[in-house]
Antibody, heavy 117, light 107 residues
Framework: EVQLVESGGGLVQPGGSLRLSCAVS????????MSWVRQAPGKGLEWVAT????????YYVDSVKGRFAISRDNAKNSLYLQMDSLRAEDTAVYYC??????????WGQGTLVTVSS | DIQMTQSPSTLSASVGDRVTITCRAS??????LAWYQQKPGKAPNLLIY???SLESGVPSRFSGSGSGTEFTLTISSLQPDDFATYYC?????????FGQGTKVEVK
C-alpha cells in the first residue's frame, strides 16, 4: 500500500523557518518525481515545488523561489521542504504528492503550517 | 503562467443527475490535464489524468474529455459520495496550476 506521511508543521513567527518531511512507503521512491502542494485555509490548491527522481531538477512556484528548497534522500525514502523567511501568506496545509508524469497520483494527509506572531 | 478557469464555481445537483464541470486553459495544454476530487479535511484524490484516462479504482461514472484549451469532467449519475469540490490541473508546463475549484452541493 502506498503511504505518504508528512511531518514538521506547526506555528512559526514571520521570518522564521520550518523543515517539512514526507516519509514514503509502498513504492520505489527513487523511481518517482515528488512534489509539494499547499492549500491555504478555505482556499484552493497551489503547487509549490517538484523534484525529479534523482534530484537533478527542481522547480518552484515564483512566490517561494529563493525562500523554499525541496530535497530528497532516496536512501531514506524521504522528501523534504526547507522553508525560510516565512510569511503570513505561507500559512496552509502542505501536502506531499507522488508525481504521475505531472499529475499527482498519491497524496499524504497534509501538515499544517501557521505563520503568525 | 497558464491560467486555469473552472465553471461553475458552485453547482447544485441531486442524486442521479448528470453533472458537467468545465475547465479552460489560457493557452493550449494538449491533453496534459488532471481532475481531482477533494472532500473537507481530506487530501485530493486523482480521478482523471491525461484529460480522459480514468485513474485505477475510480468509478466509471466519472469521465473526462477535451484537448487544447477546453476540458470537461462529467459525472454520469451523481451519487451521494460525489458531493465534494473538484479541481482541474494542468501539467503541460511549470508552474503547475490548478483551477479555482467547483463545489458540487446538494440541491
Amino acid at each position: 500500500e502506498v503511504q505518504l506521511v508528512e511531518s514538521g508543521g506547526g506555528l512559526v513567527q514571520p521570518g522564521g523557518s520550518l523543515r517539512l518531511s514526507c516519509a514514503v512507503s509502498g513504492f520505489t521512491f527513487s523511481s518517482h518525481g515528488m512534489s509539494w502542494v499547499r492549500q491555504a485555509p478555505g482556499k484552493g490548491l497551489e503547487w509549490v515545488a517538484t523534484i525529479k527522481e534523482d534530484g537533478s531538477e527542481k522547480y518552484y512556484v515564483d512566490s517561494v523561489k529563493g525562500r523554499f528548497a525541496i530535497s530528497r534522500d532516496n536512501a531514506k525514502n524521504s522528501l523534504y521542504l526547507q522553508m525560510d523567511s516565512l510569511r503570513a501568506e505561507d500559512t496552509a496545509v502542505y501536502y506531499c504528492a507522488r508525481d504521475l508524469t505531472g499529475s499527482f497520483a498519491y497524496w499524504g494527509q497534509g501538515t499544517l503550517v501557521t505563520v503568525s506572531s | 503562467d497558464i491560467q486555469m478557469t473552472q465553471s461553475p464555481s458552485t453547482l447544485s445537483a441531486s442524486v442521479g443527475d448528470r453533472v458537467t464541470i468545465t475547465c479552460r486553459a489560457s493557452q493550449s495544454i494538449s491533453s496534459w490535464l488532471a481532475w481531482y476530487q477533494q472532500k473537507p479535511g481530506k487530501a485530493p484524490n486523482l480521478l482523471i489524468y491525461k484529460a480522459s484516462s480514468l485513474e485505477s479504482g475510480v468509478p466509471s461514472r466519472f469521465s473526462g474529455s477535451g484537448s487544447g484549451t477546453e476540458f470537461t469532467l462529467t459525472i454520469s449519475s451523481l451519487q451521494p459520495d460525489d458531493f465534494a469540490t473538484y479541481y482541474c490541473q494542468q501539467y503541460n508546463s511549470y508552474p503547475r496550476t490548478f483551477g479555482q475549484g467547483t463545489k458540487v452541493e446538494v440541491k
